[in-house]
């Protein structure tokens, strides 16, 4: 069992560390100490029931659907350049929405909707759990702890980026540094979409 779950935790840590939009938002409300839970919980569901699906061989969608994959790619620039364009103005005004605390909170239906949109319209998330994960999932003689693996590497990871981003709170407490991340959010966003546009 554990020649499988190690490098299926592995891969999977490996691939969801990159910094992008998931990620940008969960560090944003971990630091707001905004609707925490169900914000971890709904990335690592979402990437559980993807990596599922990859393992389980549904990674051949895109074969049988060719409108899917373009679907997903401009769908998910379109996302990506809106919501960099957010921070962008977040990041220029400053002054606006930079404490951590004392603030009026997203609510939690928004918060929830935002990131599922982040995830579910983001084109690579597919590529990493239901191509690449699924692919290599077909290596390991038990596919099904490779799975259980990869899910619980997406677990671990975003349960502490969103709860260990208290630990950055006296950084964030200067409206400075916020400036500083959205400014980087929305670089990031404007970079994954570039990148899609010219796949």
């Known amino acids: 069992m554990l020649t499988s779950f190690l490098p299926g935790f592995a891969l999977s840590l490996t691939l969801i560390m990159a910094i992008g939009a998931q990620n940008a938002f969960v560090l944003r409300q971990g630091l707001r100490r905004e609707h925490v839970l169900a914000v971890v919980l709904v990335c690592a569901t979402s990437d559980a029931i993807l990596i ?93 702890s490779f799975g259980i693996g990869a899910a619980m590497a997406s677990f671990v990871f975003f349960f502490a980026l969103g709860y260990g981003a208290r630990l950055l709170a006296p950084l964030f407490a200067k409206p400075r540094s916020w400036q500083v991340l959205d400014a980087v959010i929305a670089v990031t966003m404007w970079g994954i979409a570039i990148k899609l546009l010219a796949m």
């Not at 990859?54 to 899917?68: Q, R, S």
């Not at 103005?89 to 909707?113: D, F, H, I, P, T």
């Open 52 to 144: 599922t699906a990859g393992v389980a061989g549904f990674g051949a969608l895109a074969e049988a659907a060719p409108w899917f994959g373009p679907l997903m790619r401009y769908g998910g620039a379109a996302f990506l350049l809106w919501y960099g364009w957010r921070n962008a103005v977040s990041a220029w005004r400053g002054g606006e929405g930079l404490e951590a605390e004392g603030q009026a909170a997203r609510s939690l239906g928004k918060a929830v909707l935002t990131l599922l949109a982040l995830t579910w319209l983001n084109p690579h998330v597919y590529l990493d759990t239901l191509v690449l994960l699924g692919s290599i999932s077909a290596q390991y003689p038990d596919r099904l």
